[in-house]
Nanobody, 119 residues
Framework: QVQLVESGGGLVQPGGSLRLSCAAS????????MGWYRQAPGKERELVAR???????NYADSVKGRFTISSDNAKNTVYLQMNSLKPEDTAVYYC?????????????WGQGTQVTVSS
């Protein structure tokens, strides 16, 4: 019912920057929360950052001060600005939306975008 399309991943050198975008469409009445998760090979998917529709944010300790999550609520789009990237940031990044439609909550995921930080 909700489709998320991600973009912005790629290969960057340590210290570089990337900006990820995720646009949601479909049956969305309201958005409760938007977030970014990542999963490296052999590891569990972990929360990177999340933001509520009201703009409250939370970050993983490992990315605080380097990553910034933001949203354009009118466009149902969430962004992740990643600065000072480190090799350990290498992972597939997934966006996530918690949305409501007809009183029903739905947790939706993007297709994932690869971020590789390497020299």
């Amino acid at each position: 019912q909700v489709q998320l399309v991600e973009s912005g991943g790629g290969l960057v050198q340590p210290g570089g920057s990337l900006r990820l975008s995720c646009a949601a469409s479909g049956r969305i009445f309201s958005v409760n929360i938007m977030g970014w998760y990542r999963q490296a090979p052999g590891k569990e998917r972990e929360l990177v950052a999340r933001i509520t529709r009201g703009g409250n944010t939370n970050y993983a300790d490992s990315v605080k001060g380097r990553f910034t999550i933001s949203s354009d609520n009118a466009k149902n789009t969430v962004y992740l600005q990643m600065n000072s990237l480190k090799p350990e940031d290498t992972a597939v990044y997934y966006c996530n939306f918690g949305t409501f439609w007809s009183g029903v909550y739905q947790d939706s995921w993007g297709q994932g975008t690869q971020v590789t930080v390497s020299s």
